[in-house]
């Protein structure tokens, strides 16, 4: 088995249908695919969100078939089916329909032999993080207790979702440090229950971006790669209480200031075995499909580096 699977995160192929998306990433050299699940009706109009490659509703036994014979005709696996709501949102019309949405996907991951599910905390952005963890602790076990059923890993991605007044002040994600995570696990035992672990976050947080490894080594489920600026001159004049993206940019990875040379020895110090997957959210290559490709390759050609 290869050491680190490197993959392709499917909500920047929005366009492409699964067939068309999982062949790309085979012509291009990728073992894996994250594959966007966001529900149809979904609501959510933020970048990135909404995209569904699979309808995880109409999944019955020739869909499942179906999808089986396109991944094994092209040698590509799914690393994991992703859905990124807000579970902990204040108004219980959309924390509701997530939470509901997650378990589906968890029970789908198991029908479609997938081994694990990416989403994120949520949070309720007007409390502090003592307060929404004390919300987590009523929601998650119950979500928790559906993945130990079906045997699938939950992977939470650390990125805090504030970037804009939108999610003013605390952001819609709680898993945002080292030190929540900590009480994440402590309230949550689960081994079941882990992290997407996505380094860009970290560093516009001033924080290091390779301990982590070390620290949560067991509660690596699955990775992201994507990069990040900080542009310092932006910084000094707004300060870190600013809104995250006047002073921020996620870029392709090698772009930005992500230790990549770091993170990937931190990697293979701790023996982690899985995907690796490059998430693209770098608006200077977004114009069109020429560019959104140019991109992915870009992004493979560096982190190839690490992988031989």
Same mark, same amino acid.
């Given at each position: 088995?290869?050491?680190?699977?490197?993959?392709?995160?499917?909500?920047?192929?929005?366009?492409?249908?699964?067939?068309?998306?999982?062949?790309?990433?085979?012509?291009?050299?990728?073992?894996?695919?994250?594959?966007?699940?966001?529900?149809? +009706?979904?609501? %959510?109009?933020?970048?990135?969100?909404?995209?569904?490659?699979?309808?995880?509703?109409?999944?019955?036994?020739?869909?499942?078939? %179906?999808?089986?014979?396109?991944?094994?005709?092209?040698?590509?696996?799914?690393?994991?089916?992703?859905?990124?709501?807000?579970?902990?949102?204040?108004?219980?019309?959309?924390?509701?329909?997530?939470?509901?949405?997650?378990?589906?996907?968890?029970?789908?991951?198991?029908?479609?032999?997938?081994?694990?599910?990416?989403?994120?905390?949520?949070?309720?952005?007007?409390?502090?993080?003592?307060?929404?963890?004390?919300?987590?602790?009523?929601?998650?076990?119950?979500?928790?207790?559906?993945?130990?059923?079906?045997?699938?890993?939950?992977?939470?991605?650390?990125?805090?979702?504030?970037?804009?007044?939108?999610?003013?002040?605390?952001?819609?994600?709680?898993?945002?440090?080292?030190?929540?995570?900590?009480?994440?696990?402590?309230?949550?035992?689960?081994?079941?229950?882990?992290?997407?672990?996505?380094?860009?976050?970290?560093?516009?947080?001033?924080?290091?971006?390779?301990?982590?490894?070390?620290?949560?080594?067991?509660?690596?489920?699955?990775?992201?790669?994507? +990069?990040?600026?900080?542009?310092?001159?932006?910084?000094?004049?707004?300060?870190?209480?600013?809104?995250?993206?006047?002073?921020?940019?996620?870029?392709?990875?090698?772009?930005?200031?992500?230790?990549?040379?770091?993170?990937?020895?931190?990697?293979?110090?701790?023996?982690?075995?899985?995907?690796?997957?490059?998430?693209?959210? %770098?608006?200077?290559?977004?114009?069109?499909?020429?560019?959104?490709?140019?991109?992915?390759?870009?992004?493979?050609?560096?982190?190839?580096?690490?992988?031989?």
């Amino acid at each position: 088995m290869e050491m680190l699977k490197l993959g392709i995160n499917s909500a920047i192929l929005a366009d492409f249908n699964l067939e068309h998306t999982v062949n790309f990433a085979a012509h291009h050299g990728f073992g894996c695919v994250e594959v966007m699940c966001w529900p149809r +009706d979904n609501d %959510d109009s933020r970048r990135y969100a909404g995209v569904s490659h699979i309808d995880i509703h109409n999944l019955d036994e020739r869909k499942i078939n %179906d999808i089986h014979y396109i991944l094994r005709s092209a040698n590509v696996s799914i690393s994991a089916l992703g859905y990124y709501p807000n579970p902990l949102d204040p108004d219980p019309k959309k924390s509701e329909p997530g939470i509901d949405h997650i378990k589906e996907l968890i029970r789908a991951a198991a029908k479609l032999n997938v081994p694990v599910v990416t989403t994120f905390i949520g949070r309720d952005p007007a409390k502090n993080i003592a307060d929404n963890l004390k919300t987590f602790a009523d929601v998650w076990p119950g979500i928790v207790k559906v993945a130990e059923e079906n045997n699938i890993k939950i992977a939470i991605e650390n990125c805090p979702m504030f970037f804009t007044n939108d999610e003013w002040p605390g952001g819609k994600n709680l898993a945002i440090s080292p030190a929540v995570w900590t009480k994440m696990f402590e309230i949550i035992p689960s081994r079941c229950f882990g992290l997407n672990y996505d380094p860009s976050h970290m560093v516009w947080q001033m924080m290091d971006e390779v301990k982590p490894i070390y620290q949560f080594k067991d509660r690596l489920h699955h990775i992201h790669l994507k +990069d990040v600026r900080v542009y310092k001159d932006k910084l000094d004049q707004v300060g870190i209480l600013a809104n995250p993206l006047e002073y921020h940019s996620p870029k392709l990875p090698g772009l930005g200031d992500v230790n990549w040379r770091g993170f990937f020895a931190a990697l293979t110090d701790v023996r982690y075995r899985g995907p690796v997957v490059i998430e693209v959210e %770098d608006k200077a290559y977004e114009a069109n499909i020429t560019d959104v490709k140019s991109a992915i390759l870009t992004s493979r050609n560096y982190v190839n580096q690490f992988l031989g």
